[in-house]
C-alpha cells in the first residue's frame, strides 16, 4: 500500500491547454490522441483543459459530452 502511495506523490502533474474554435471536425480525434499520448506515461498525471473560444459549429457539445474523463 505504501508503495502505491509513494508512486502517486512521485508523479508529475502536467496540464495541457487547448484552445479550439470550430473544430468539430477535428477535435475528437485531437482529444483522442492527447490523451493517449499524455495518459501512457505512469509518471505523468495528465490534464487536458479545452478552451472553447466561440465556436459557431459543435465543438462544444463534442467536448462536453463526448471527451469528460474523470
Do not use: W, Y
Not at 21 to 42: I, M
Amino acid at each position: 500500500m505504501q508503495a502505491k502511495k509513494l508512486s502517486r506523490q512521485l508523479r508529475i502533474k502536467a496540464s495541457l491547454v487547448i484552445p479550439v474554435l470550430n473544430e468539430s471536425e477535428s477535435v475528437s480525434t485531437f482529444a483522442e490522441r492527447a490523451l493517449d499520448a499524455l495518459g501512457n506515461d505512469c509518471l505523468i498525471e495528465p490534464e487536458i483543459v479545452f478552451v472553447n473560444d466561440g465556436s459557431s459549429d459543435a465543438t462544444l457539445d463534442q467536448l462536453l459530452h463526448g471527451h469528460a474523463r474523470a
